[in-house]
């Protein structure tokens, strides 16, 4: 099951703030957990996929606003992503630092972000970045 063009887009918003990135990298970023999340196994896919809808979708749980994430103010944003990375329930924890471990590895491979770290080209492609924007 992919993460549909809406999904990526909202996904996006959150991890733009997340990395302190613009939109572009973000949605590349998305992209790339689609794609990752259509390699790995259901199993292994599930936590992913849970954290990404949770994230998502649960502003109203964490800071009472009835919105989705990508939708709250940049302010409000960042004060529900605080509560999920500082979060007293462990599962809340841990599906936030579980997106943000494998939306890291797609932040990694962007080539704009590469660039400016000056670590040079990727070693391998394993096509998980084709069309991404240099």
């Known amino acids: 099951m992919r993460l549909g063009p809406e999904a990526q887009r909202r996904i996006a918003v959150v991890l733009a703030d997340v990395f302190d990135e613009p939109v572009d990298v973000a949605q590349d970023i998305a992209a790339f957990l ?22 998502t979708w649960l502003p109203l749980a964490l800071v009472g606003v ?6 709250l103010s940049r302010a409000t944003r960042a004060r529900y992503l605080e509560r999920w990375a500082h979060s007293r329930n462990y599962f809340l924890r841990e599906a936030f630092y579980l997106l943000k471990a494998i939306a890291l590895m797609g932040w990694g491979a ?25």
Request: proline letters at 11%; zero cysteines.
């Open 66 to 71: 009835p919105l989705p994430a990508d939708a």
């Open 110 to 134: 962007q080539p704009s972000v590469r660039a400016r770290l000056d670590v040079g080209p990727l070693a391998v492609n394993h096509g998980a970045n084709e069309g991404v924007r240099a």
């Open 34 to 55: 689609d794609d990752y999340l259509q390699r790995v196994p259901p199993r292994a896919a599930l936590g992913l996929r849970l954290g990404v809808w949770a994230v």
